[in-house]
Nanobody, 137 residues
């Protein structure tokens, strides 16, 4: 079993930065695609940034493109989300999730499990419990 634990959330002013971490334990994250999902108050959870198992392919939702950067450190079994120029609409709970990359490879993961996630939790194999981010105006 893979356990995922998010950290790094907090309260920041608009325009500031935060760096979220997703640490895996129990299994190595090698071969897993990892995604960050955002749930704003009163809304559905959405995929905002994902990285494939090859560490080459990434996805960013339009709302975060150019402001957020995803990366992974396999030696630390950790995936990061660097969030810059934060906005009040970035407020919410941030979850990381993992999916074992199958025969269809990274493109299928980035499409079905991330950009077209649409609340389909079964598209990911493991979920963390989330970390709260609050951005004040």
């Amino acid at each position: 079993q893979l356990q995922l634990v998010e950290s790094g959330g907090g309260l920041v002013q608009s325009g500031k930065s935060l760096r979220l971490s997703c640490v895996g334990s129990g299994l190595t994250l090698d071969g897993y695609g990892i995604g960050w999902f955002h749930q704003a108050p009163g809304t559905e959870r959405k995929g905002i940034s994902c990285i494939g198992g090859t560490n080459i392919s990434t996805y960013y939702a339009h709302s975060v493109m150019g402001r957020f950067t995803i990366g992974r450190d396999n030696a630390k079994n950790t995936v990061y989300l660097q969030m810059d120029r934060l906005r009040p609409e970035d407020t919410g709970v941030y979850y990381c999730a993992a999916k074992r990359i199958g025969e269809d490879g990274d493109p299928a993961f980035l499409y079905y499990s991330c950009s077209e996630y649409k609340g389909r939790d079964h598209e990911l194999d493991y979920w963390g419990r989330g970390t709260q981010v609050t951005v004040s105006s």
